[in-house]
Each structure stands twice: as C-alpha cells, then as structure tokens.
C-alpha cells in the first residue's frame, strides 16, 4: 500500500492565485483530513470528511474549499492564495470514528510559499 | 473545546540518559490521546496512542507513555535516549465527544540528544 500520497510536495504561488493540493489514499478509510504546520502552532485542522460526500470545517477553514466524491480523494482548494497560506499541508486519514482504531496516518506534506 | 500543552519548546538530552517529554491536555469525556514524531522534512509518523486499559502504553522505537487521568497528562518516555530520536514530537487529543476523528495537537517540542 503507498498509503497517504500528497501532491505537488512543493508549490510557489503569487496572491491571488488558486491552486489545487491533492491528497489521495489506498487504504479504504473514512475519515479524512487537512491540517496546516506552522511554527510553533503545532498542527490546526482546515477541512475534514467523515466520508464521500460529506465534509465539514475545522478550526482554520477560511480561504480554503474542500469536496469529496470519492473514499480515496480528499482535495485542498486554494480560492485566492494569501501571503498567510504559506505553510506545510498535510493529510491525514483513519477509520471512521467510534470503530476503535483512532490513529492517524499522514501524508509526506505540501510545502506552500505564497509571495 | 479541547486543548492540549507541551510546555517546553526543547528538550535536550544527553544519548543514554532517559528522555521525556511533557504533554497535558483538556476534552470533554473520555480522552484518546496520541504521539506522533516528526523528523525533518517529513510527515508525522505514529508512535504510540492511549483509548482505553493500562495506563502506560508501549510504542514504537522503545518509547513509552503514561497516561495519568488525574493529572490530564500524557508524558512520552524513552528510558535511553539515542541520537537518531532528535525529532519534533507532537501530542494530540481527541475525545469521545468529539465530532468525528478530529485531533487538536500541542505546539511540539523539538529534542535534542547530544552524543
């Protein structure tokens, strides 16, 4: 299994751009996430899927769109970049809650510089 | 609203001496708390998680963590440190109040060990 892939790894954008990060995975899981790393902040949860079809917000949505039509896809939308969206993205996915199995497997990031 | 703490930015140790790093947290009910480690330019591996039964809980690369409910606190333990564990750790809660799967992380504490 490749797992959790994310793509592009890395990406320079100028404001007012949008773009695209993708996150896909092979493992069949419900739940899926995006959380943004910035220095000292930790992670903070963007977007998140309990599955296809349903999305809701995290702590930190605004400036970012998602969907999800498909279990294995969980794409990140930039709508006009901003110089604060400069950060690491990453994904995450797990079994959907209450089954037990609560962990976490994220992806290798998406480093985002928006000049 | 959950929360969780790591008070210290840095951690240095010495290689062979016992490692700690602290984490406390706040959530409505039951909590289910995580470790993750990060090493440079990569995403967050899993090391070890607490749901339910004994409070200390074994995980990967030798690491340790006790979970003590009076103290909300989740420290991660190595009883010999090694060169190769300098990474930034990360401590994570969930509840089982909590909305689906969604992890709210503590800053991170970054350790050293020095040979």
């Known amino acids: 299994n490749a797992g959790v892939t994310q793509t592009p790894k890395f990406q320079v954008l100028k404001t007012g751009q949008s773009m695209t990060l993708q996150c896909a995975q092979d493992?069949?899981?419900?739940?899926m996430s995006w959380y943004r790393q910035d220095p000292g902040m930790g992670l903070r949860l963007i977007h998140y899927s309990v599955g296809a079809g349903i999305t809701d917000q995290g702590e930190v949505p605004n400036g970012y769109n998602v969907s999800r039509s498909t279990t294995e896809d969980f794409p990140l939308r930039l709508l006009s970049a901003a110089p604060s969206q400069t950060s690491v993205y990453f994904c995450?996915?797990?079994?959907?809650?209450?089954?037990?199995?609560?962990?976490?497997?994220f992806g290798p990031g998406t480093r985002l510089l928006v000049l | 609203a959950q929360s969780v703490a790591q008070p210290e930015d840095q951690v240095n140790v010495a290689e062979g001496n016992p490692l700690t790093v602290k984490c406390t947290y706040s959530?409505?009910?039951?909590?289910?708390l995580f470790w993750y480690v990060q090493y440079p330019n990569r995403g967050l591996q899993f090391l070890l998680k607490?749901?339910?039964?004994?409070?200390l809980v074994k995980g990967s690369y030798g690491f340790e963590a006790e979970f003590n409910k009076s103290q909300t606190s989740f420290h991660l333990k190595k009883p010999s440190a090694l060169v190769s564990d300098s990474a930034l750790y990360f401590c994570a809660v969930s509840g089982s109040m909590t909305a689906g799967n969604k992890l709210t992380f503590g800053g991170g504490t970054r350790v050293l060990v020095k040979p």
């Open positions: 959530v409505s009910g039951n909590p289910y």
């Open positions: 607490y749901i339910t039964g004994d409070n």
């Open positions: 493992m069949n899981h419900e739940y």
């Open positions: 995450a996915s797990s079994y959907p809650p209450g089954e037990g199995e609560k962990t976490q497997y």
